[in-house]
T-cell receptor, first 113, second 111 residues
Framework: GNSVTQMEGPVTLSEEAFLTINCTYT??????LFWYVQYPGEGLQLLLK?????DKGSNKGFEATYRKETTSFHLEKGSVQVSDSAVYFC????????????FGTGTSLTVIP | KAGVTQTPRYLIKTRGQQVTLSCSPI?????VSWYQQTPGQGLQFLFE???????NKGNFPGRFSGRQFSNSRSEMNVSTLELGDSALYLC??????????FGPGTRLTVT
């Protein structure tokens, strides 16, 4: 089946720092890729997605590009804010696996003022 | 559109008891998936229901079961609760596109 490996946390950054959270995947076929964010005490929210190679997903200043050659979908943000403190999950889903989602282990981000 | 709702939000049960959790998907969504989230194991897929049929199943013992009703609402049942079942149980619904939309979760504590 598919799998996702993402950067271990926790990650602590100062406000306005640059963020990268690495995510690589293994999958058959042509999976869709997602980043979800979970704020304390809440469920997961879809942050961005990409459905084919070279697609760039973006939302709220976050970006990730679907790189088929490196099987990666790294999350980036140019200038993080305290409000970005949360846990970030990379995920993949494809028709080959019955559309089942596979999530990474999550990366905890804390942004300090 | 209203989001995914889960009830109850918090639950405390005793070892050996059983529990039923409920999930109402976004209107029009026919797929409902359930996940268990714990600090040690992360997000683990339990099962997915689509049009009242279980379509996918994760690697959990038979004590974990679910069902889906004709209005797409879903319930998850855990029988003979164990301490290790303490977790946040998340439900997610999906429409015609790939992305899943999650509810706020039910926090189950087993004592």
């Amino acid at each position: 089946g598919n799998s996702v490996t993402q950067m271990e946390g926790p990650v602590t950054l100062s406000e306005e720092a640059f963020l990268t959270i690495n995510c690589t995947y293994t999958a058959t076929g042509y999976p869709s890729l997602f980043w979800y964010v979970q704020y304390p005490g809440e469920g997961l929210q879809l942050l961005l997605k990409a459905t084919k190679a070279d697609d760039k997903g973006s939302n709220k200043g976050f970006e990730a590009t679907y790189r088929k050659e490196t099987t990666s979908f790294h999350l980036e943000k140019g200038s993080v804010q305290v409000s970005d403190s949360a846990v970030y999950f990379c995920a993949t889903a494809s028709e080959n696996t019955g559309n089942q989602f596979y999530f990474g282990t999550g990366t905890s981000l804390t942004v300090i003022p | 559109k209203a989001g995914v709702t889960q009830t109850p939000r918090y639950l405390i049960k005793t070892r050996g008891q059983q529990v039923t959790l409920s999930c109402s998907p976004i209107s029009g969504h026919r797929s409902v998936s359930w996940y268990q989230q714990t600090p040690g194991q992360g997000l683990q897929f339990l099962f997915e229901y689509f049009s009242e049929t279980q379509r996918n199943k994760g690697n959990f013992p038979g004590r974990f079961s679910g069902r889906q009703f004709s209005n797409s609402r879903s319930e998850m049942n855990v029988s003979t609760l164990e301490l290790g079942d303490s977790a946040l149980y998340l439900c997610a619904s999906r429409g015609s596109s790939y992305e899943q939309y999650f509810g706020p979760g039910t926090r189950l504590t087993v004592t």
